[in-house]
Every structure is written in structure tokens, then in C-alpha cells.
């Protein structure tokens, strides 16, 4: 249920998983023409270029011909539309089906995970809602360079079944039971890319960019712990490896609006610049209520909400993070 550049890569490792047992996957597109090229050309161009979908992939601008009779149903909108769209087609859901997020992003006014949104607007079982995260760079996966990414579940078994059903030669999902950790692993890093992008377009060092990514690390896992989240999952794919490739790559929408801003462009121009949703501008005020509610020192996630705000300057954000008091590297509270 999206025609993004991610929920259109997560298809064709779906369709390229099942491509010999004869698996169909379906791909509900807002547009007609999205649905339109995907069904004639078996391409995406506006996401993914000239990537040429696999066979078994067909689409439609129609949700209730597209949930008819899926026994897995991929949510992959953005988070600010998720409990919209939900209402929308909530009741064209197949009895039984299992539902994953591929969304990264928090609610805001309500603060909720993708997870919690699904559950409160879904007659389901717990045990039927999954997420799915970790270094998740649509354009490198849809070119099927090797990633590894977490399937998370309340019922390992499920996690399993939809780690099978994902399972390429380039896509290897690992499992996990912990979704408050694995959600708020790729929640937070988006903000987290945010300052690293800045930092990139104030012409900041790696220096610069190794301690913000580090820090944010801490500040991710304080946050994570403090939900119930688990710390080895920070300190996996969820955590540490999505936090490395978000915050490194080009490809990353949250690093590249970062730079603009960090270039001195206001955020309505960076927004208009982007062909995508940046979630981490969209998420960033929601994580950092999060946090002030569970008494949680985000430093950095703070001073980016400021910037988004308009009431700290990119140029003095750096100061305002190394005035912070000193304290031990190890200290997590």
C-alpha cells in the first residue's frame, strides 16, 4: 500500500522472493498513471529511474482491488497519512492478513509508533503486526546490492513467515521480537540525519559528523530503553546500521534536507525541493515530546526541532550543542 520509492522496492523483493512459486504482488498507487506504468512499462520512473519491475508486480489506484484476498498487506505511506488511509480501506482487509510498516516516523499531536497507529485503528491481534527496518536505501536495494534489514513481530513465527517471504539473494531479513526498539531505531535516526546534513552543508568535517552520529547513537538507545526497547537492538541493523547508512549516504532524503538547510535555504524551500517526504522534518517535533514526556536528554534531536522551528540558527547550533555540561561518555540517563 504505497508507490514510493520504498513500498515499490519492497514489492520487487516480494516478487523477486516468489518469483517461482508463482507469487502475485500487488502495489496500490495514489495516482492512475503511477498504477498505469507500473502495469505497461513494469517501471517506476518518478522513485526508481528505469528499474525494471519483475513480471508478477501489478498495481492499481484502486485499495479494495488491491487488498482482495493479500494474506500480507505492506503499509508503506507516509506516517503523517497512515491512520487517513487506514479508515479509508481498514474494511477491504482481509481477515487473518498480517500487516507490516515500512514507515519510520512518529505521529505528531499523538506521539504514536506506526505500530501503535495500526493497532488502534485495525480490528487485529498483536500478533499479526509487524514492522520492517534498517539500513533501507530504496535505490541500492531496488539495484539489488546486498542489505540485511529486521523483521520484527510480537510472535516470532510470524516474523519468521514474513522473513522467508522476503528472502532474496540480495535482501536478508533477520527477526526480532522487539518493536519498540527497532521502531524507535528508525524513528529517531531520521532526525539524526538531519543534523548530520546540516553539518554537511555548513561544510562541517568528518569529524563533526562521526560525533553527531555517535551521540545520536546514545541519545537514540536512551530513548529506546526508556520505551521498554531492547539495547542490543540499537546497537544492530535497526539501531547502529541504519543510523550509519541514513546519516552517510547521498541517497538519504533526511541527509539531503539537512544540507539545504544547512546551505541557508529556509524549510519551505527545502520542502519544495523534495520529490519525497523527509520524515525526520515531519517526526522530528513528535520524538522530542516523546522524549521531554519520558524525562530523556535528546540534545541533538533538540536543537534540530529548534532549527526546524526557526528559533535557532544552523550557525549556532554547533555552539549550543558543545555548551552543554560536561559529564562521562557512559552515562545513558
Known sequence: MGAGSWGTTFAKVLADSGSEAGRRVMVWARREEVAVEINTRHTNSRYLRETQLPSNITSSSDPRE???GADLVVLAVPAQSLRE?????RDAIEPGAVLVSLMKGLERDTDARMSEVIA?????????????SGPNLAMEIARKQPTASVVACSDIETAAWIAALCSTEYFRPYTNTDLIGVEIGGIAKNVIALAVGICDGMGMGDNTKSSIIT???????RLALALGGKYETLSGLAGLGDLVATCSSSLSRNNTAGRLLGQGLYLDEVNDRMSQTAEGIKSGRAVLDLAIRNNVEVPITEAVVMVLEGTLSV???GARLLGRELKSEGELQ
Open 215 to 221: 551521540r545520536g547513537l546514545a541519545e537514540t538507545t
Open 120 to 132: 488502534a485503528e485495525v480490528d487485529i491481534d498483536p500478533e499479526r503486526i509487524a514492522v520492517l
Open 315 to 317: 550557525e549556532n547550533m
Open 66 to 68: 488491491v487488498l482482495a
Open 85 to 89: 488511509q487506514l479508515r479509508s480501506f
